[in-house]
């Protein structure tokens, strides 16, 4: 069964330093996203990409955060300069089509996530 | 802004107890909702999902939730834990909003079920 692929599982790097991490969704799919889940909190949405473009950013995502999609298969989510509470887990999700607002949902299918560390 | 909240933090159960976890949302308008599983180090996986019609609606691994519109609630039920559903159970709704739209999750609730 395909699955999204997330690496590295765990990232561990010093507050200032860039960090890039990588996701490889579902092959047929179009639709991109990133979440993330600081310890004990919610998971919230940071950002969606279709077509070589973000299509929606939530207030996280400010200048320090970028994503990519470098080629067919990888797409990636990159912190400029890392701050302590940019610690968390990072989730990616590819689905195969958007939501329209009359039609089913098209299910998000989830990475296991990259526990990323700040010191 | 739509907004979830799962009451339970965590929860203990023995095998073979029946489970409600708590869910209500904010949003009055229309919605569909989510109920995610994360297993110890495994993916986020999609347990059960509420678009319209049912407002019963049956998942994998004997999970069912209940949508009540009128109390803003979608609760997830099993009326017979096991010892491998210990995982943490996410509710999320989704966010129509702009070209894409994405999922507004809970806090989570952790279950652990004893043998």
């Known amino acids: 069964e395909p699955e999204v692929t997330q690496t590295p599982s765990h990232q561990v790097t010093q507050m200032g330093q860039e960090v890039i991490l990588r996701c490889v969704p579902i092959s047929n799919h179009l639709y991109f996203y990133w979440y993330r889940q600081i310890l004990g909190q919610k998971v919230e949405f940071l950002v969606s990409?279709?077509?070589?473009?973000?299509?929606?950013k939530s207030e996280i995502f400010d200048d320090q955060f970028s994503v990519e999609r470098p080629d067919g298969s990888n797409f990636t989510l990159k912190i400029r300069s890392t701050k302590l509470e940019d610690s968390a887990m990072y989730f990616c999700a590819s689905s195969e089509t958007r939501a329209l607002a009359r039609l089913p949902y098209n299910e998000q299918f989830f990475g296991p996530g990259t526990r990323l560390t700040v010191l | 802004a739509q907004s979830v909240s799962q009451h339970n933090h965590h929860v203990i159960l023995s095998e073979a107890a029946s489970l409600e976890l708590g869910c209500n949302y904010s949003y009055g308008g229309t919605v569909n909702l989510f109920w995610y599983v994360q297993y110890p180090g495994q993916h986020l996986q999609l347990l059960l999902k509420?678009?319209?019609?049912?407002?019963l609606v049956k998942g994998i691994k004997g999970f069912e939730a209940e949508f009540i519109k009128s109390k803003f609630s979608f609760n997830l039920r099993k009326p017979s834990v096991q010892w491998s559903d210990t995982a943490e159970y996410f509710c999320a709704v989704f966010n129509y909003g702009g070209s894409q739209g994405n999922l507004i999750f809970g806090k989570g609730t952790k279950l652990s079920v004893k043998p």
């Open positions: 509420y678009f319209s019609g049912d407002p």
């Open positions: 990409f279709y077509n070589n473009e973000i299509s929606e």
